[in-house]
């Protein structure tokens, strides 16, 4: 099975407000897009197990024009906290890149 850093041609993270983080992963053409966007893996069970959140927070989004597949949960803690460990969520797309599609 491939992983997702070896269909993406670019993953990422980032702060959604000061309480979510999303995820961004492009997809590098069509039909990796078609094949794998709509992946077990990807769905918002799955990313909850990854993030340790409820499955019922965790928002997908997939944007076919774009090849894109946007994915935001809720932080564990309000961004800026005293013991912020990733004030941005510039860090939290790498635990997805060796996921299994």
């Known amino acids: 099975m491939p992983k997702v850093s070896e269909v993406c041609s670019h993953v990422r993270s980032k702060n959604a ?14 039909a990796s897009f078609e094949r794998y966007a709509s992946a077990a893996a990807l769905q918002p ?7 340790g959140v409820e499955p019922d927070l965790v928002k997908y989004f997939a944007l076919p024009d774009l090849r894109v597949v946007k994915i935001s949960y809720p932080r564990a803690r309000p961004q800026g906290g005293a013991i912020e460990r990733d004030m941005h969520g510039g860090q939290q797309y790498v635990r997805l890149l060796d996921v299994d599609l």
Do not use: S
């Open 17 to 30: 407000g000061p309480f979510w983080i999303t995820l961004d992963l492009w997809f590098a053409d069509a």
């Open 45 to 51: 069970g799955a990313i909850a197990r990854l993030y």
